[in-house]
T-cell receptor, first 111, second 115 residues
Framework: NAGVTQTPKFQVLKTGQSMTLQCAQD?????MYWYRQDPGMGLRLIYY???????DKGEVPNGYNVSRLNKREFSLRLESAAPSQTSVYFC??????????FGQGTRLTVV | KNQVEQSPQSLIILEGKNCTLQ??????????LRWYKQDTGRGPVSLTI?????NTKSNGRYTATLDADTKQSSLHITASQLSDSASYIC??????????????FGKGTKLSVKP
């Protein structure tokens, strides 16, 4: 089983550029999440989707948008990247909202 | 305020030695506590989960304990190996149900095991 797959693994953007981080899971989980991880800050929730067709803001949603395309896929979009969005982004899915299965992460640098 | 504090922030030990990582939480209402292992450059992977009524849970050389009265948990690693070098993250779930997770993350302890 692939589990949670994120693409791309690495990305460098210039300030003001846009991009979409892709995430797909093959475990038939209802819930999906996007986190960012910064040194000394731990994992912080950006957005989550409790089920197909619903999305909600987490702790740090500003500057991001999400789309729950179907049950498998949950994408994160940066419309106008800023250096403060330099981070490692993790997608996760869960069958019950507590047991998280994480992807491998996307390391994003905004210059 | 719901918080999870982990200590130490980082730890270096020699291969073969034991170590204990600490997690203190002020989370209410408590549902369960998980320890995750995060290897460098990879996503976190769950090691153990404990509910309110459990005070010990083992997974191979990893043993987690929970004292719900003092709101403390520890992760004990026995006979450490080089592959144990990773960050260990303590995560506490709030007992609100639902799918948003209601998860409070600690900042992690970075463990380095040296030969």
């Amino acid at each position: 089983n692939a589990g949670v797959t994120q693409t791309p693994k690495f990305q460098v953007l210039k300030t003001g550029q846009s991009m979409t981080l892709q995430c797909a899971q093959d475990m038939n989980h209802n819930s999906m999440y996007w986190y960012r991880q910064d040194p000394g800050m731990g994992l912080r929730l950006i957005y989550y989707s409790a089920s197909e067709g619903t999305t909600d803001k987490g702790e740090v949603p500003n500057g991001y948008n999400v789309s729950r395309l179907n049950k498998r896929e949950f994408s994160l979009r940066l419309e106008s990247a800023a250096p403060s969005q330099t981070s490692v982004y993790f997608c996760a899915s869960s069958p019950d909202g507590q047991d998280l299965r994480f992807g491998q992460g996307t390391r994003l640098t905004v210059v | 305020k719901n918080q999870v504090e982990q200590s130490p922030q980082s730890l270096i030990i020699l291969e073969g030695k034991n170590c204990t990582l600490q997690c203190n939480y002020t989370v209410s209402p408590f549902s369960n506590l998980r320890w995750y292992k995060q290897d460098t450059g990879r996503g976190p992977v769950s090691l153990t989960i404990m509910t309110f009524s459990e005070n010990t849970k083992s997974n191979g050389r990893y043993t987690a304990t929970l004292d719900a009265d003092t709101k403390q948990s520890s992760l004990h690693i026995t006979a450490s190996q080089l592959s144990d070098s990773a960050s260990y993250i303590c995560v506490v779930s709030l007992n609100y149900g639902g799918s948003q997770g209601n998860l409070i993350f600690g900042k992690g302890t970075k463990l380095s095991v040296k030969p």
